[in-house]
């Protein structure tokens, strides 16, 4: 090879470089595959989120999570657990008998399986299409990173996978307890009724959810190659959001 082209030799080193010259190699980007990529985000987020950096990539995580949640909703249908919350809200509001057996009807059906199980899945992908927005505009709009939206879709899609453990975890419990009042924060010892600021509470503190958030905001700040306090404020408000909606439940 000429040593005046300035190429690289085998070592990674310009070839046409001065004699004692200091030596920089050339580094390859980290490579991962999709099922490595969904392991390691639970092991490694931070060196799996550097490998994903230079090409994002979100569908296989989504698709993953999409099918626990599908899979979720039909056990969770199958145990009567919405059944059974949605006549004790009826019975609480004083409806009358007519209205509990039009729902009673319309949840024990193939409409009420697809609405519950279906339902769940849209409502998924939709959280994580605005969880990714969120970020977008907290992250490029606020704090002046300069990532694409696939850097937060795919941010949004691998911290959903690191839920997938709290998915599991509420439906199980939902089945036990054929009901969908499920806590996993200090809720559990709040009492029977806990009230919009005890569920609140009990959102914030529950720690597989934590864990995905923070999962969230290694991945921010690793894509935008700054400290975990940005990604930190990147993913700050849809955590405030989600709990204010389990507040309202």
Not at 166 to 182: F, P, Y
Request: proline share 6%; glycine share 12%.
């Amino acid at each position: 090879m000429d040593e005046r082209d300035g190429s690289l030799d085998r070592r990674g080193v310009s070839a046409g470089a001065p004699a004692g010259a200091p030596v920089t190699p050339v580094v390859a980007p980290p490579v991962i595959s999709p099922v490595g990529a969904l392991l390691g985000v639970f092991t490694k987020p931070s060196a799996t989120f550097a490998a994903l950096a230079p090409k994002p990539r979100f569908l296989l995580a989504l698709l993953v999570v999409l099918a626990v949640q599908l899979a979720a909703g039909y056990a969770v249908f199958q145990s009567g657990a919405v059944l059974n919350d949605s006549i004790a809200k009826l019975e609480a509001k004083g409806e009358s008998p007519e209205a509990i057996a039009m729902t009673e009807k319309a949840l024990t059906g193939q409409l009420g399986m697809i609405l519950v199980v279906l339902g769940g899945g849209f409502a998924v992908a939709f959280i994580m299409l605005l969880h990714a927005a969120l970020m977008f505009f907290m992250g490029n709009l606020m704090l002046g990173a300069r990532l694409q939206f696939p850097h937060y879709l795919c941010v949004a899609a691998y911290s959903s996978v690191v839920g997938i453990p709290d998915m599991v975890v509420r439906t199980i419990l939902a089945v036990g307890k054929e009901s969908m009042d499920v806590r996993l924060g200090v809720g559990a010892f709040l009492g029977e009724e806990l009230g919009p600021l005890g569920r609140a509470l009990d959102t914030m503190t529950d720690p597989l959810l934590i864990w995905s958030t923070l999962v969230a905001a290694i991945g921010a700040s690793v894509f935008a190659a700054k400290g975990l306090r940005f990604g930190i404020l990147v993913v700050l408000p849809g955590f405030l959001i989600g709990v204010l909606l389990s507040a309202t439940r």
